[in-house]
Nanobody, 123 residues
């Protein structure tokens, strides 16, 4: 069993930065692939970024070069550094722990999910 708690969301102006964090409790954190997903109003949830248990990263095309995902297995945490934010980045961001640790692509909704944190990019 893994519990995930996101933090770091908020309101930011276009071009600004935010850092999201995901704290995990439970055992086996290092074996999970960890990902960030987002869902905007009236849109389907989409993969933002994922980091596998081995450290492989994958990003949505829309965030490549702007977002960076990282994990600290010693602290059971994962982060998403978001730079050059755009209004279209506005969404609820969810942390996911995927038991398939090597999965580097979007998972079909399996694993554990946090409650989400709102990111709003607006002037």
């Amino acid at each position: 069993q893994v519990q995930l708690v996101e933090s770091g969301g908020g309101l930011v102006q276009p071009g600004g930065s935010l850092r999201l964090s995901c704290a995990a409790s439970g055992t086996g954190f290092s074996r999970y692939a960890m990902g960030w997903y987002r869902q905007a109003p009236a849109k389907q949830r989409e993969l933002v970024a994922v980091i596998t248990s081995g450290g492989r990263t994958n990003y949505a095309d829309s965030v490549k070069g702007r977002f960076t995902i990282s994990r600290d297995n010693a602290k059971n945490t994962m982060s998403l550094q978001m730079n050059s934010l755009k209004p279209e980045d506005t969404a609820v961001y969810y942390c996911n722990a995927d038991p398939i640790g090597s999965r580097w692509y979007e998972n079909p909704g399996v694993g554990y999910w946090g409650q989400g944190t709102q990111v709003t990019v607006s002037s």
